[in-house]
């Protein structure tokens, strides 16, 4: 029902439309009292109530499923200060993202992309001068992450090293995250292993064991 009256918007005059709207928020609350709503479902909640109520949205859609990047992401997309001038708004995404980091920043597939937005996040407050030392605090930030064993973290350190360049001791970090390539090479050997014995069932015990 939630998915067909969600179809039928853009059929709707601007009138119907607010009355659509607002069946379909009557509808996701009764069925969130008493059933899951996945990730998606809560996005389209997110669109649908406009900018006063999606910030509650995407806070209850994250207490929910706390380690969607992609619920993380979106709600700290939508926190983006309109100036980078404005303390306020910017310590409310600074927030966000380091709760994201948190709770979902070591997920081994989508992490990184949580550690290159915050990245971001903080190259844009270092231009405001919003740090003291702005250098030291992303070198430490850098750091941090490339001891986080991710799939991704080649294209994180690509895009720290072609937005800073020679800023940062790329040499060190290089060989930091060489050793954590290790891990995560050693990591995915034993998920390929699980996944033939999953295939393969107890035939495959001699093989998960070499």
């Given at each position: 029902v939630?998915?067909?009256?969600?179809?039928?918007?853009?059929?709707?005059?601007?009138?119907?439309?607010?009355?659509?709207?607002?069946?379909?928020?009557?509808l996701?609350?009764?069925?969130?009292?008493?059933?899951?709503?996945?990730?998606a479902?809560?996005?389209e909640?997110?669109?649908?109530?406009?900018?006063?109520?999606?910030?509650?949205?995407?806070?209850?859609?994250?207490?929910?499923?706390?380690?969607?990047?992609?619920?993380?992401?979106?709600?700290?997309?939508?926190?983006?200060?309109?100036?980078?001038?404005?303390?306020?708004?910017?310590?409310?995404?600074?927030?966000?993202?380091?709760?994201?980091?948190?709770?979902?920043?070591?997920?081994?597939?989508?992490?990184h992309?949580?550690?290159?937005?915050?990245?971001?996040?903080?190259?844009?407050?270092a231009?405001?001068?919003?740090?003291?030392?702005?250098?030291?605090?992303?070198?430490?930030?850098?750091?941090?992450?490339?001891?986080?064993?991710?799939r991704?973290?080649?294209?994180a350190?690509d895009?720290?090293?072609?937005?800073?360049?020679?800023?940062?001791p790329?040499?060190?970090?290089?060989?930091?995250?060489?050793?954590?390539?290790?891990?995560?090479?050693?990591?995915?050997?034993?998920?390929?292993?699980?996944?033939?014995?999953?295939?393969?069932?107890?035939?495959a015990t001699?093989d998960?064991?070499?």
């Amino acid at each position: 029902v939630l998915c067909t009256l969600r179809a039928s918007l853009d059929k709707c005059s601007a009138e119907r439309r607010e009355e659509r709207l607002r069946q379909l928020q009557d509808l996701r609350e009764k069925y969130h009292g008493s059933f899951a709503l996945s990730p998606a479902r809560f996005l389209e909640w997110a669109d649908d109530v406009g900018e006063e109520r999606q910030h509650e949205v995407l806070l209850l859609a994250t207490n929910e499923h706390r380690g969607s990047v992609a619920l993380w992401m979106e709600r700290a997309r939508r926190l983006e200060p309109t100036s980078w001038d404005d303390s306020e708004a910017v310590q409310k995404q600074h927030r966000v993202l380091q709760d994201a980091l948190r709770v979902a920043g070591q997920h081994f597939v989508e992490g990184h992309k949580l550690w290159m937005m915050s990245f971001e996040h903080q190259v844009k407050q270092a231009t405001a001068g919003a740090d003291a030392d702005p250098l030291a605090a992303i070198e430490a930030f850098v750091r941090a992450q490339l001891r986080v064993p991710l799939r991704g973290n080649r294209s994180a350190f690509d895009l720290y090293r072609s937005t800073l360049g020679d800023v940062l001791p790329l040499d060190e970090l290089d060989s930091l995250l060489e050793d954590t390539e290790k891990k995560v090479a050693y990591r995915e050997a034993w998920e390929g292993k699980l996944a033939r014995l999953a295939d393969q069932g107890e035939s495959a015990t001699e093989d998960l064991m070499a």
